[in-house]
């Protein structure tokens, strides 16, 4: 008994006292008609219903997203493959190239040779198409 007014002045001194219609006892459980029961039923399953249109369409929507990703990153490896044979071909070319000027001493004269005789012979061909016109 002592527990019990205890925890009635804890709840009158919370506020948690019961006023008005909401603080009446009831006599017996509350009546419910055969009409609100089939209504919440009705509701109950549009519901879950609804839920399960909404997972389905999540489940699709996230399938064709993925979908879509695959096919992306299979066109990027696709130019990545491309893009690292080009690559190697092109790494191949100026190793080529770097054995060519590395030829030695010969290959330099050759190349001044070159020079010197397109410096001599441009101003000549340049007169002679002057010429020609």
Known sequence: MQKLTKVMSLTFAMGLEPLGVMGQQCDGPPIVSENNVTSWKFWMFGMMFILLLGLVALAIFARRKWKSLVEDVESIQQQLGDHYEYAAWL???????????????????????????????????????????
């Open 91 to 133: 790494c191949e070319h100026l190793d080529n190239l770097n054995w060519l000027v590395n030829d030695g001493p010969g290959l330099a004269e050759r190349l001044n040779e070159l020079h010197v005789r397109f410096t001599i012979l441009r101003p000549r061909s340049q007169g002679e198409f002057c010429s020609l016109r």
